[in-house]
C-alpha cells in the first residue's frame, strides 16, 4: 500500500522560511510525477508546485514563482519544498501528492494523496 507522508509545517512568521518533506513508503514511485497541493478554508485545492519523475520539469503556481523551490531526492522517491518569503496568504494545509505523469498532477489527476501538513504564517 503506497503512502505518502508528509513532515515539516508549522507556525512561521511572515518573511520566514519552511521547508516541507515527503517520503513515499509501500511502493516505489519514481516514475510518477509528484507535487504539492495546498487548501486553505473556503477555497480550492490548488497545485502550488510540481516536478517531473526525472526532476527535469518543474511547473509553479504564480503566486509562489521564486519564493517556493521543489525538489526530488533519494532517488526520486521523496520531494521537499523549500518556501521562504512566507506571507499570511500561504496559510494552508499542504498534501502530497503523486500522478502517473507530470502533466496529469499538474492538471489534478492525483493517485496519490498525503495526510496533510498545517503551514501557518503569522504577522
Known amino acids: 500500500q503506497v503512502q505518502l507522508v508528509e513532515s515539516g509545517g508549522g507556525l512561521v512568521q511572515t518573511g520566514g522560511s519552511l521547508k516541507l518533506s515527503c517520503a513515499i513508503s509501500?511502493?516505489?514511485?519514481?516514475?510518477?510525477?509528484m507535487g504539492w497541493f495546498r487548501q486553505s478554508p473556503g477555497k480550492e485545492r490548488e497545485c502550488v508546485a510540481a516536478i517531473s519523475w526525472n526532476g527535469g520539469r518543474t511547473y509553479y503556481t504564480d503566486t509562489v514563482k521564486g519564493r517556493f523551490t521543489i525538489s526530488r531526492e533519494n532517488h526520486g522517491n521523496s520531494i521537499d519544498l523549500q518556501m521562504s518569503s512566507l506571507m499570511p496568504e500561504d496559510t494552508a494545509g499542504y498534501y502530497c501528492?503523486?500522478?502517473?505523469?507530470?502533466?496529469?498532477?499538474?492538471?489534478?489527476?492525483?493517485?496519490?494523496w498525503g495526510q496533510g501538513a498545517e503551514v501557518t504564517g503569522s504577522s
Open positions: 509501500g511502493h516505489t514511485l519514481i516514475s510518477y510525477g
Open positions: 501528492a503523486a500522478a502517473q505523469s507530470f502533466m496529469r498532477l499538474a492538471t489534478g489527476d492525483v493517485e496519490f
